[in-house]
């Protein structure tokens, strides 16, 4: 699969990685550091470029920046009509400590008005980058941590379950992209227990459904 990565930081450039190791064709956008766009691209037998490169052609596109750069970026993405678009960005302010959507939307559902022709869904923001591969590393040992996903098109949820299950999660689908005024506050509960809290940020969950 080709699949366009807009955001070089811990997340964008973690999954990457990883999924080229799978085999997919990643193409790395998105970075204040043209050299650490080459590094990737080299490391993984990847390719650097703009966002517009990176968004042209791809199967699937990952958004991996800071809240506070999504308007600058999808400028420069264009419409992604049509294309399915991985979300994992926490609409946090400038310092990181508190969420600047909530309650009655989302980030994910901004973004989704933003650019209502793109595949929205939401993944990735409840797990932190430390975990990704660990998680990887032990993928198909043992039962699988989950990740949360939330989306209102059912074929990119397909998408992006194939490309969680390619890290080493398990896709925990959680409803419509309205679901994501939830899991954003949730994230940063995860968030808080993995820099917050001893034991290391390598943090992953799993729930379950108790019967009998």
Not at 91 to 113: N, Q
Request: include cysteine; hydrophobic fraction near 45%; charge should be negative.
């Amino acid at each position: 699969m080709k699949i366009g990565i807009l955001g070089s930081g811990r997340m964008g450039a973690g999954l990457g990685r990883l999924w080229a190791a799978c085999g997919h064709e990643v193409t790395f956008a998105c970075s204040r550091s043209p050299a650490k766009l080459a590094r990737l691209a080299q490391e993984t037998g990847g390719a650097p470029g703009t966002v517009a490169e990176a968004v042209a052609g791809a199967e699937a596109l990952l958004l991996a920046v800071h809240w506070s750069r999504v308007a600058e970026v999808l400028a420069q993405a264009g419409e992604m009509a049509g294309q399915v678009v991985l979300n994992c960005c926490v609409p946090l302010d400038e310092t990181d400590t508190d969420l600047v959507v909530g309650a009655t939307s989302s980030g994910a559902e901004e973004l989704a008005r933003m650019r209502p022709r793109a595949r929205w869904v939401s993944c990735f923001n409840t797990s932190p980058s430390e975990s990704l591969a660990p998680v990887f590393a032990n993928k198909g040992r043992g039962e699988a941590p989950q990740l949360l996903l939330c989306g209102d098109d059912a074929g990119a949820r397909a998408v992006a379950g194939d490309l969680i299950r390619d890290i080493g999660f398990e896709p925990l689908e959680a409803g419509a992209l309205r679901t994501a005024r939830f899991i954003e506050p949730f994230a940063m509960v995860t968030a808080e227990l993995a820099y917050g809290q001893p034991g290391g940020p390598a943090l992953t969950y799993r729930f379950e459904k108790l019967r009998g």
